[in-house]
């Protein structure tokens, strides 16, 4: 499984995608699940940095609504391409049931490489439709257990939604099914909380809950506040932080 924090900013349809996730899903173990107890309800910007260097902003929000989950965001990046900065911005929007399974899942992006992406989990066989950087129109259909664990390239309030998933597991160390959408790749997702730990933040010593997420090639350090709010994220191989503003 990928990195979610790649910033690969490209959707491209993949060649015999249905039948790999549907094979590589059978030897994933099925998770204990439990209705979720926290309330989910947040709002926030969290601001990117790479190197030192600030490179974009997520401004996003999860809310519940009739009988749903619904948790969408504004997400502007700025990179460095062979020598030029290239601005994107993308919008994801996660619909889940009360118990945070998910039910559908748009995305698109803007710039010099716009695509689009619609999944809808609601029936089996899964649906998605995409339309590339090249403007193809691409339809698949594949099998996906109901209790996966969205997490999106460079959507960061898809790992709140992670953690909430944990604690209403159980917490401490928890395994997931999980989906990167934009890489139309499966595998598994392990959270563990490692205990509390002072955190310097805006300047000032905050007493933060600290988070390991590891994927197959991946360590994400994630710091959530007592409401489970993800307040830092961090991955040192990458130079990469996103903290939140507010």
């Known amino acids: 499984m990928s990195l979610p924090l790649s910033i690969p900013l490209r959707l491209a349809a993949l060649p015999g995608w249905a039948f790999l996730i549907a094979s590589a899903f059978l030897w994933l173990a099925p998770n204990t699940w439990a209705a979720p107890s926290a309330d989910v309800k947040d709002r926030g910007v969290f601001v990117f940095t790479m190197a030192g260097k600030e ?4 401004t996003f929000e999860i809310r519940s609504r009739e009988g749903c989950i619904e948790a969408e965001a504004k997400i502007e990046l700025r990179i460095e391409q062979e020598g030029k900065t290239v601005e994107f911005k993308t919008s994801p929007r996660l619909v889940l049931t009360p118990d945070l399974e998910p039910l559908t899942y748009d995305w698109n992006q803007k710039g010099a490489q716009s695509s689009e992406l619609q999944i809808d989990l609601r029936t089996s066989p899964a649906t998605a439709r995409y339309r590339t950087v090249t403007g193809e129109e691409d339809l698949r259909e594949f099998g ?5 664990v969205i ?6 309030h898809h790992y709140q939604l992670a953690v909430h ?26 959270i563990e909380d490692v205990g509390p730990e002072t955190v310097g933040l805006a300047g000032r010593e905050r007493q933060l809950e600290h988070l390991v997420v590891t994927t197959d090639n991946a360590r994400v350090e994630l710091w959530v506040d007592s409401r489970d709010r993800v307040q830092k994220i961090a991955i040192p191989a990458a130079q990469l932080e996103v903290v939140r503003k507010k």
């Open 151 to 156: 997490v999106d390239n460079n959507v960061i």
């Open 165 to 190: 998933r944990f604690r209403s597991a159980g917490g401490l160390k928890q395994s997931f099914r999980a989906f990167v959408p934009q890489e139309a790749i499966p595998g598994s997702l392990n």
């Open 55 to 58: 490179i974009g902003t997520e």
């Open 144 to 148: 996906l257990p109901p209790d996966i």
